[in-house]
Structures are given as C-alpha cells and as structure tokens.
C-alpha cells in the first residue's frame, strides 16, 4: 500500500493549448482529473545496491515514472534536464533476443556448432520485454499524468526533451502545451535516423523521429549553443579566400533583419544599414573590427565581416538533425537492446541544455544512454524504468565506465515475475479456472465457471497501467457503473483483483453504501498469487582457495522459455536449442559480495559477465577470455549472485 500521496505541481497553462484542458483529456468520459487530484502514490524505496562511492546523488531506480517522481519530490530533489523517450503507442512489441551462452564444459563441441550452423537461430531465443499496445485516450491519460509527475520535480529553469515519433506525437505536442506552455515550447527536433527509405516502401518512407523540447521558463532556462564540423563542400563554397598567409576564411553579411541606426566605420564615414536591417555589431566592436582588419569593404562600399575557418565553432545546430546515425549493431557502444538510442544523440542534447554538475534524468531510461552520457559529461544521473532488463543492462553498463551510484527498487507491493508484460502473460495460468468469455467486455481478463453461481467475470489490474494499479474509490466506481451495468443478466458474483489498495476497509465500505447493483463483488489480493511465483534457480557450486567453480545450474524458468521455443520450432520443422545436464550456458553474470554481512545491500566487490558471444567481461573490463565455469576472489566471499540469461538473479549464502 502506497504509504501517502505527494501532490503533483497543480497548474497547468490552462486554456493555452489547441484543445483545452478539459476536452484533449477527456475521451469516452474516461476524465483523469481525479488521479491527478489525488497525488503521486509514495512508496518506500529498498537500496539494492551501491557501486563505486557512498552518497554519490547518481541514482538507478526500478519502479514507474509516477512512484519515481513521488519520491524524488518527497526528497526535494529537482533535476535540471529530462530527455524522456517513452512507448511510442506504436501497436509493436518488443523483444530482447536471449543468448545461450557458451557453456565452458562443452566449448569444443559448441564451437562445431557455430561453425555448421547460424549461432542466432541455434543458440537464441526472443523474449517480450514490453509491449507498446495503446488505446489512444489511454495512452494520453497515461502520457499526462507521467507528464505532470515529471514537470513536479523539474527545476524552475529546466528543460524537457520528449523523444516520439508520428504515432502519437502531434497529441502529445497538445499535452506539452497544456502542462508547459505554448510560450515554453523552444523547438521540435527531427532526428534522421536512417539515410535513406526502405525499398520495399509503398509511400514516401519513415527515416524520421520528433523530439519536443520545452523549457519551464521563457528566458531563464539553460542553453548551449551547439556546432557541428563545416563539410568539405561547405569549406570549398563558403571559405573560398584566403589572406597572405594562406589562411582560409568567408566574406559574411554585416547586417541581420531589424531597422537599426547608423554606425561610423571610420575612412568610411557614418554608414545607414539598408531598409528594415540593422549592423550586428555594436559601434564599440566596429571600431575594434576595423583596427584589426575583421571588416572589409566590397567594391561598392559595403561592410562584409572576415570569418577565419580555423577560428570557426563549426555550423550552428538547427531543429533538423541528419548527422547522428543510429546504433549499428558492431558498434562498441551497441547494448543489445531493442529502443537503444545512439550516444551521439543524447550528447547534443545534454551538452546544450546541461552544464556540469546539473542533474540529468530520463524516466523511461531503457538502456541507460541518458544515465551513460550523463556520467561521461560529468552530469548527476537519474535512470528511471519499470523493466528489469532495463536496469541490469543500464547498470551493467554504468559499472563499466566505473560510475558511481545507488540501485533503487520500489517497494510496490507486487513482485514481478520478470517484468509487467511476463507478469501479465503470466496470470491466466496462476488464477485458477479462468478463461477467455467473449460475451464478456475487454474490461474483464475472463469469468470462471462456478457450479452454483455459474459465470462469475474476473477483473484484473493491468501492471502497465498506473490507473489500475491501485484499487481506489475513483477505480471501484468505474468497475460498478461503467463495467458491471454491462454484464449479462445471469451474473451473480464478480471477482476484482487488486495489486495495491487504498484500504479495503474504505472499498468494502464503498461496495455496501452503493445501491446501483445486486452483484456480489468478492475483492482478492493479486499479490498472494505472484508472491509464489518467484523461485530462485537452483545452484551447485564449490568455494576453493581463490575461486568459486559452478558445477550445476538449473532455471525452470528458462528450461520453460526453451521448450516453448522448441515446440515452436520442431512444429516447422526448424533446429530446436539442445542443453547441457549442468546447464551452465544459462548464466550470464556472476558477483560476490565479499563486504556486507547483514544480507541487505549488495556490495559487488568482484564480478564477470558472459557476453553473448561468450567472452568474459571482468569488473567491467571486456576481454577475449571464454569463461572456464569459474570466479576468482581475493579475500572469501559471504554471497554470491547468479544472473540467468533472462534475467532473473538469484543469491545464495558462501559457507
């Protein structure tokens, strides 16, 4: 249970927008207003982990967007810059493709393998890792309150950049204006990221994304003016003198559009700019410009301002951007993940609307680019995702470049199978006797079969919908007069599942006080179900002097992923994935803690991950070693923490 609400900044720019305040948000009387009046829910937060140094302010937090924001601003941290790229409400789902690692007992034979066959369809299978599946009003509630939440903890000279494509875009730019302000709004970016249109395109091709940049003030806000290299043509057109000492340099406009006076430029006299211009210089810099040989005099008597191509910045960044290209898969930055967006891009961003020291926060972080450039720019971090694999990858990677910061988990109250989308494919198998009923509205997951009360129709919270997460009164009032009312006649009892609740004393309450219906309602606690879920895998292993040998790893959850792959496979008559009895290739990382012995923080002092091609990357350090099934120690480790190839960690106690 949410331990309170934190209210979100209430203003909005109301009445600025193209569709005000009330219409762009109300779509089927679905209103979000009422969330939005009841605040962030505030949860704790357990600290899992602290890499490199204590109290570093750099933060990875598992959790959603709103309960990050809640915390954040219960803590009175403000960050300077947000670069969000958000689901893209694209219909798509996406996948990490899972590697079978080499397995260091049958590394020969594995080897042959690869040399036959094609590693990817051998030794691969693909698991969801999220689904961008949206109804549109949804999908703008949701964007709107993620929106609200973030503007919450934003600094009074901070900007957004909202990273989305044309799906969705053009309404969430409406959104934007709301919340921030059509005075606010500094550029819509378009990003090329790809040069040229696939072939087999049936119209002018998609090669573009939008990024929507607002800043919370008019003026006061920061901004770098960033510069790209001239092009060789550009040199060639544009820097096509040169002085006595062969230095190359452009004859520029002296004037900008703006009537302005008349300015003295000395042998020249007292010159008028032309109609409707004015002189960029001040008469000061004139006078300078003129001692040092910067102003020269065309045959006509016109002003013309030297530039030097060695003096240059470069060529001034527009809202077109056709220079970063997009993460080619044996780039060394590459992480393997399915929305990862290239470096090159969030260093512009960063570097113009950040300096050193500003915190830099991304609340959809996927694989952590934001987080990495950040540190590199010697900016604070906070990476923010609900996805596990998100946060293994983007701290993984942040360790790498020896990073400093704290791992966050919030304490929600449901443990996640693996992530929401697994935990959602997951839960018609854990309720017991529920089935699709197509008589029954998408509202309801399905209706179980009861001998006495016949149909009884199951609802259950979706994970990826902050809406239905927490069973509320504005909730349990949508379930009685928008969903039961449709219900066929011979329904008797509906069974509501609940991940959180504001209490069920107050629910219950709310249920007997409302006359509207004679339908039973039975409130179940969905946590009980994926409480028992979560098993660990099950681990063999032996403590020598300065190592710790694997000698047996079993994951039912991946031994389940397989088989569902092999099943698939033989039905078409495909190369299926054979394992080992030791099932060592299942693991791709391994840490000690050698440090805390209360069991709570995890503390790696010594580490290695198996990379999909199977070489071994040591604390952090890439190398060409295969792995030989072992971790060496220096001083005796108290835990160690396995990570299968899906994802899942495990600890076990080192006796």
Known sequence: MAKKYIPFTP??????????????????????RPIIEKGMPYYELEKIETV????????????????ACAYLKEKGINVNLVYIDPPFASGADYAKKVYIRRNPKLAE????????????????????????????????????????????????????????????GHYVKILMDEIFGEDNFRNEIIWQKLQAAKKQATEFGNIHDTIFYY????????????????????????????????????????????????????????????????????????????KNGNIIFTSKGKPRLK?????????????????????????????????????????????????????????????GVTATVANKLNRRFIH?????????????????????????????GVSLYRNPVQTMDKIKSLISGLKNEDALDKFWEGAISDSKLGTVPVYVPNLMDSNTK?????????????????????????????IDITSEEEIKKFIKEDDSTTIEIELRDLKEILDDVVVDDDVEFITNADNIEIKRFVSDRVLQKIDEFNQKAFASSKQGITISEDGLEFIEYISLDCTNKDGKKW????????????????NGIKTKEFWNGKISFDRKPLRIKIRNICGDESIYEVK
């Open 52 to 67: 490199g140094k204590e109290n570093s302010e750099n933060l990875i937090i598992r959790g959603e967007c709103i309960s």
């Open 307 to 367: 530039r030097y191509l060695d003096m240059s910045a470069g060529v001034a960044v527009g809202d077109i951007w056709a220079d970063i290209f997009p993460v080619n898969s044996q780039a060394e930055e590459d992480a393997d993940y399915a929305t990862q967006k290239p470096e090159a891009l969030l260093d512009r961003i960063i570097n113009a609307s950040s300096n050193e020291d500003m915190i830099v926060a991304d609340f959809f972080g996927g694989s």
């Open 603 to 618: 503390q790696s002092d010594n580490e290695i991950k198996i990379d999909k091609l199977g070489y071994v990357i040591k």
């Open 215 to 290: 800043s919370m003030l008019q003026t006061e806000y920061t901004h770098n003016k960033q510069y790209k290299p001239h092009s060789d043509i550009r040199i060639k057109q544009h820097y096509n003198n040169k002085d006595e000492n062969g230095r190359a340099f452009s004859l520029d406009s002296f004037t900008q559009s703006g009537q302005g006076v008349a300015r003295n430029f000395g042998i020249h006299g007292l010159l008028e700019p032309p109609a409707g211009k004015h002189w960029i210089w001040t008469q000061e810099r004139i006078d300078e410009g003129m």
């Open 109 to 168: 034979k594995i080897a042959k393998a690869e040399e036959e066959l094609d590693i990817d369809e051998l030794r691969a299978f693909e698991e969801k890792m999220y689904g961008d599946v949206w109804d549109k009003e949804k999908y703008l509630n949701w964007m709107y309150e993620n929106l609200m939440a973030i503007k919450s903890v934003m600094s009074e000279t901070a900007s957004i950049y909202v990273h989305l494509d044309w799906h969705i």
């Open 384 to 412: 923010c995702d609900i996805g596990i694999n998100s946060i293994q990858t983007t701290r993984d990677r942040l360790f790498g470049s020896k990073a400093n910061f704290d791992v966050l988990e919030i304490k929600d």
């Open 470 to 498: 927490i069973l509320d009164k504005v909730l349990m009032n949508e379930i009685i007069h928008k969903a039961m009312p449709d219900l066929p006649p011979s329904v008797k009892r509906v069974i509501v599942y609940y």
């Open 11 to 32: 203003e909005t720019i109301d009445g600025q927008a193209v569709l005000n305040f009330n219409r762009i948000l109300k779509y089927h009387e679905n209103d979000v």
